[in-house]
C-alpha cells in the first residue's frame, strides 16, 4: 500500500475534529515534481504535498519537514501568494549573508530608472569630487540649506484682513497670462505669491506695483528636510528606544533604500509611539533626505517591515500654540499672557469652555468663522501648511492633489 502524503494526513486530522484551517496546495510545476525535498527526507514533491519554497535558495520543503503546523503553515502559503512575507529554510538562515537575487533585481531596475531620468534632464547630473575633502559639512547642514524663492509680497491693509479667496479675487485679473505656483495669506494679513521662476515673478511685479503694494522677497527661504510617518508597526516588536532596530529592519526588506541610506542619506528614526486607535501597533516618525523621500513615493508609500507591509503618509507638522491659538510656537515660548480658548476664542482655557461640543458656538480666533481655531480646513491653518510645505525639500515635485491622501497635520 502505498504511503499517505501529507495532504491525507491533514485531511485525516481534520476529521478527527483538530481546528485547522483548510489549506489550499500549490500545484508543483513539472520541474518542482522532479525536484526532492531540500532536507534530509530527499524525497519527491508531489502533487497534493503541502511544502514551502526557500526565499533564497528556491529549494522546496515538505511541511512535516519544517518545524510549522498546519495554521502557521496556511498563514505563510496566504501572504507568500501576495509577497507579503518571505520564508528562508534553515540552511540559508545559517549560511553568511549573501545579496538575494531578488534584491539584486530590484536595484538593478532602480539604477535603470535613474539612468534614464539623468538621459531626460543631463542637467540634474552633479560633477563627483574626486576625493573627500577634510571640514565637510554634514549632509543634514547642507541640505537644510537656503533655496532660492521667486516672491511677490502684497502689504496687509488696515482693518480689512484678506482671505484666501478675496486674496486671489484681488490679483487674479492683473495675473491671467503668468504661471503661479501658489498664493499664500500670513497670520499678520499679508499675501505671498509664488512663482516658479524668475520671469514669472518679474512679469507679476510690473502688473501689480501700480494697483497695490507690492514688494520682491529677495530673500533666499531655508528649507528642512521632509518627515513622513510610517503605520501600523508592531509595537510589541519595537518600542520608542527601537530607533536604530526598526531603521535596520526597514533598510533589511527595502534595498534600494539601503542603497540611499549606505550613500550617507539622512534616514532618521525620531521617535515610535503606540497607536491608541490599534491593538497591538504603532507609528513612527522618520526624518529623512528627499532622496529617500523621492524613493518612498516611488515605492508608492509602503515599506517592508519583517512579516508586514506598511504604509507611509507624509508628515507636515503645523506647530500651534494652545494659550494664544496662533502659530509658528508653542505655549512654552507664548509671549501673550491672555489665555484664548481654541472653540469659543473666549478667554478661558478651552477644556472648561461651557460651549464645547455646540459647533453653533465655535469660532476660530484666526479667521472668526464658525468652527475650532484647530479645523483643518480653517483658511489661516492651511496657508500656514502651505507655507510649511514650501520650505520642505522633495515637497515641489508633489501636485496639491497627490499630498491631499498623504498628508497628517498635527
Known amino acids: ?5 501529507h495532504a491525507t494526513r491533514g485531511m485525516n486530522a481534520r476529521n478527527k475534529g483538530a481546528e485547522s484551517p483548510t489549506i ?22 508531489s502533487e497534493g504535498h503541502d511544502f514551502l519554497r526557500c526565499h533564497s535558495c528556491q529549494m522546496l520543503f515538505h511541511l512535516t519537514c519544517t518545524t510549522f503546523d498546519q495554521e502557521v503553515y496556511s498563514v505563510i502559503k496566504a501572504k507568500q501568494r501576495f509577497d507579503d512575507i518571505s520564508w528562508k529554510c534553515q540552511g540559508c538562515r545559517n549560511a553568511p549573508q549573501q545579496p538575494n ?31 573627500i575633502q577634510p571640514n565637510v559639512r554634514s549632509e543634514s547642514k547642507v541640505l ?25 479675487d484681488k490679483v487674479k485679473d492683473n495675473l491671467r497670462s503668468i504661471p503661479i ?3 499664500i495669506v500670513t497670520k499678520d494679513g499679508s499675501g505671498i505669491i509664488n512663482f516658479p521662476n524668475k520671469t514669472s515673478r518679474d512679469d507679476a511685479f510690473s502688473n501689480l506695483k501700480n494697483s497695490f503694494n507690492v514688494k520682491i522677497n529677495n530673500r533666499p527661504q531655508r528649507t528642512i528636510l521632509p518627515k513622513v510617518t510610517i503605520l501600523d508597526v508592531d509595537s510589541t516588536e519595537y518600542k520608542n528606544k527601537d530607533s536604530e532596530k526598526l531603521k535596520e529592519a526597514i533598510c533589511e526588506k527595502n534595498p534600494t533604500l539601503k542603497a540611499l541610506v549606505d550613500q550617507g542619506k539622512t534616514f ?11 491593538i497591538n501597533l504603532s507609528f513612527a516618525v522618520a526624518k529623512v533626505s528627499k532622496e529617500i523621500f523621492k524613493e518612498i513615493r516611488l515605492l508608492n508609500y509602503q515599506l517592508y517591515i519583517d512579516f508586514q507591509r506598511c504604509r507611509v503618509s507624509n508628515r507636515v507638522h503645523v506647530t500651534q500654540c494652545y494659550q494664544c491659538q496662533k502659530f509658528g510656537h508653542t505655549k512654552t515660548n507664548c509671549k501673550s499672557d491672555v489665555q484664548v480658548c481654541r ?14 461640543g455646540n459647533i453653533d458656538s465655535y469660532k476660530c480666533a484666526n479667521c472668526d468663522s464658525n468652527h475650532s481655531t484647530t479645523y483643518y480646513k480653517c483658511p489661516v491653518l492651511q496657508s500656514q501648511t ?12 508633489i501636485s496639491k492633489n497627490d499630498l491631499h491622501p498623504h498628508v497628517i497635520v498635527t
Request: proline share 6%.
Open 1 to 5: 500500500m502505498p504511503p499517505k502524503n
Open 24 to 45: 489550499q496546495n500549490e500545484t508543483p510545476s513539472t520541474s518542482d515534481m522532479l525536484r526532492q525535498c531540500g532536507s534530509k527526507c530527499k524525497r519527491f514533491i
Open 343 to 356: 472653540f469659543c476664542s473666549g478667554n478661558h482655557i478651552s477644556k472648561s469652555c461651557p460651549g464645547k
Open 144 to 168: 537644510q540649506g537656503n533655496q532660492i524663492t521667486h516672491q511677490v509680497i502684497l502689504a496687509a491693509e488696515t482693518g480689512n484682513p484678506m482671505t484666501q479667496q478675496s486674496f486671489a
Open 268 to 278: 532618521e528614526i525620531l521617535f515610535i509611539k503606540e497607536d491608541n486607535r490599534k
Open 386 to 397: 502651505q507655507l510649511l510645505i514650501n520650505r520642505t525639500q522633495g515637497m515641489e515635485e
Open 101 to 131: 537575487i531578488n534584491d539584486l533585481m530590484g536595484m538593478i531596475a532602480s539604477l535603470q530608472e535613474r539612468i534614464q531620468t539623468l538621459e531626460r534632464n543631463p542637467k540634474h547630473i552633479v560633477q563627483q569630487p574626486s576625493a
Open 181 to 183: 505656483k501658489n498664493i
